[in-house]
C-alpha cells in the first residue's frame, strides 16, 4: 500500500462521525457485518455476495457510504473475496499493521469511520502490484449513475 501521507486531498469529507451518528450507523448493521466491520472478522471466502459482481459503479463502506473502490479497478484473485488492485482515492482506505492469527499483514479499514474492511497484499495485477482482498459485507455496491449513499448527510457527492 502507497504512503496515504502523500495522498492528494479527497473531495469527500473525512471527518470521522460523531459518537451519536456512529452508534446509529452501527445500529444498522446486520449481525455478519458487525462482525466483519466492527470485530474485524472475515466471511468465509467464496461466498460474499459482490463477489462475482461485474456491474459498472462503485464500492462503498457498508457503515458510512465513503467510496472505497471503483469497479474497473476490481479482478478475479481466485482468493474467494472481492479484490481491487486500487482504492477509490489514497485518502479513503487507510492501513494497519496487523500481526494477528501467527501472521504481519496491512488491513484496510475506512478513512472516515475506521471500520474493517479486509488486507492489502503486494501480490496484485499493474499497475499497483496491490491485491485488496475485502469483505462483501463491509461493502455497498452503487451501479452507475445511482446517488451515493449518504448515512451521515454530509452531501459527498462524485
Known amino acids: ?33 458487525r462482525d466483519v466491520l466492527l470485530a474485524h472478522g472475515t466471511e468465509a471466502p467464496f461466498c460474499g455476495g459482490l463477489l462475482e459482481n461485474k456491474d459498472d459503479g462503485v464500492y462503498c463502506c457498508r457503515l458510512c457510504g465513503l467510496p472505497l473502490f471503483r469497479h474497473h479497478t ?10 481491487f488492485w486500487a ?9 494497519v499493521r496487523d500481526a494477528s492469527h501467527g501472521m504481519i499483514r496491512v488491513e484496510t479499514r475506512c478513512a472516515r469511520c475506521d471500520s474493517h474492511q479486509g488486507h492489502v497484499f503486494p501480490d ?17 455496491f452503487v451501479p452507475r449513475g445511482q446517488p451515493l449513499p449518504d448515512p451521515l448527510g454530509r452531501g459527498d457527492r462524485l
Open 124 to 140: 496484485g495485477p499493474r499497475p499497483t502490484g496491490l491485491r485488496y482482498c475485502i469483505n462483501s459485507v463491509s461493502l455497498q
Open 74 to 83: 476490481k479482478f478475479e484473485s481466485g482468493t474467494g473475496w472481492p479484490s
Open 1 to 33: 500500500m502507497s504512503a496515504s501521507d502523500s495522498a492528494p486531498s479527497t473531495v469527500f469529507d473525512l471527518g470521522p462521525p460523531s459518537a451519536a451518528e456512529r452508534a446509529r450507523l452501527e445500529a444498522g448493521l446486520t449481525r455478519a457485518e
Open 87 to 95: 482504492p477509490f482515492e489514497e485518502a479513503h482506505v487507510k492501513g
